[in-house]
């Protein structure tokens, strides 16, 4: 009986693509997805569905885009789906209390991190800029703040010395799919115990932002190499380097810290060459091992800098 009550689903990216796959595959009844409006993407900036969207369609769902579920219109569509739940998984918009109210067993969130340590949009990235050893999957019940419902599930997992953005979004989408179908036919049933979260052990997730990602050489290599793995996939972190009269923005998508120092201004290139491109730092030295020169594709750095005279250069900002 558990798996015929009426889901909602709401969730736009990759990372939300799991949990509603494994409900449709575990025979729940999703009766509508909502997910964010398509957005232009691309080089044609055309229109692109959500992931979550061409799940759904796959599967012969229905799907709706509002804009914002704060109107009264759109909170009565809402209600006239009748939802016994709704399932909430990096959809992007902030639900109304009137919202929250709808369903009879309330909404219910699949969040990236262990609450209440990192709350909001990024708790991926944010852990590893962080250098956390420890994250995992959170399932609350929601509220009106942001991320500070009651927590019904919560497992860690570690994160790796080499861990990236999208290495570590990968384990956790995963992570995220299993714990929910664990813990959904007991919540159903009204057999678990919300654990309220302790507001003063509260951290904050902020947005990401492709200004951030701009290397500040003038830090530790250790904290260079947190951005790095961290931005990967998205936004990526970069520099800028000399191409000849004009500067040009250089993506770095892996990187490594060495285990030498330098008295050599931050940002310069030290050396080049089959290993990669080892740059100096505020503390320590670094050594850039996968790049992306504006246009291109990703290249091993040591490629790039067959290609381009570095040895010298300061790398950063214009």
């Given amino acids: 009986m558990s798996k015929s009550i009426r889901i909602i689903y709401a969730g736009t990216p990759d990372f939300a693509v799991a949990p509603l796959t494994a409900l449709i595959e575990a025979g729940?009844?999703?009766?509508?997805v909502y997910t964010q409006p398509d957005r232009p993407a691309g080089r044609g900036c055309e229109l692109r569905a959500s992931p979550v969207k061409q799940k759904a369609l796959e599967h012969g769902i229905p799907v709706l885009?509002?804009?914002?579920?704060?109107?009264?219109?759109?909170?009565?569509?809402?209600?006239?789906?009748?939802p016994d739940l709704m399932i909430v998984t990096a959809y992007g918009l902030l639900l109304p209390q009137a919202v929250l109210d709808i369903p009879r067993l309330g909404c219910i969130n699949v969040h990236a991190s262990l609450l209440p340590r990192w709350r909001g949009a990024a708790p991926i990235q944010r852990?590893?800029?962080?250098?956390?050893?420890?994250?995992?999957?959170t399932i609350m019940q929601m509220?009106?703040?942001l991320d500070t419902g009651d927590?019904?599930?919560?497992?860690e997992c570690s994160i790796r010395p080499d861990e990236t953005g999208s290495s570590l979004h990968d384990r956790l989408m995963a992570m995220g799919a299993e714990i929910l179908m664990a813990m959904l036919p007991d919540f159903i049933e009204g057999k678990i115990t919300a654990q309220k979260q302790d507001d003063a052990l509260a951290t904050y997730a902020s947005k990401l932002s492709k200004q951030e990602a701009m290397?500040?050489?003038?830090?530790?290599?250790?904290?260079?190499?947190?951005?790095?793995?961290?931005?990967?996939?998205?936004?990526?972190a970069f520099t800028h380097w000399q191409k000849k009269n004009q500067r040009e923005v250089l993506r770095i998508w892996q990187s490594e810290v060495l285990n030498i120092t330098s008295t050599a201004l931050a940002g310069t290139v030290l050396s080049c060459?089959?290993?990669?491109?080892?740059?100096?730092?505020?503390?320590g030295v670094m050594r850039l091992?996968?790049?992306?020169?504006?246009?291109?594709?990703?290249?091993?750095?040591a490629d790039f800098a067959n290609a381009h005279h570095l040895d010298g250069q300061v790398l950063g900002a214009e």
């Fill in 127 to 137: 852990a590893i800029l962080a250098d956390d050893d420890k994250t995992g999957i």
């Fill in 151 to 155: 927590m019904l599930a919560s497992v």
């Fill in 289 to 301: 091992l996968q790049v992306q020169p504006s246009g291109k594709k990703v290249m091993a750095a």
């Fill in 143 to 145: 509220d009106k703040g």
């Fill in 65 to 82: 885009q509002p804009e914002t579920l704060k109107s009264e219109s759109d909170q009565t569509v809402l209600r006239e789906l009748k």
């Fill in 215 to 236: 290397i500040d050489w003038s830090l530790p290599a250790l904290q260079i190499d947190r951005c790095v793995r961290a931005y990967n996939s998205w936004p990526v």
């Fill in 273 to 283: 060459g089959r290993a990669g491109i080892e740059v100096a730092t505020g503390k």
């Fill in 28 to 32: 729940y009844n999703v009766v509508t």
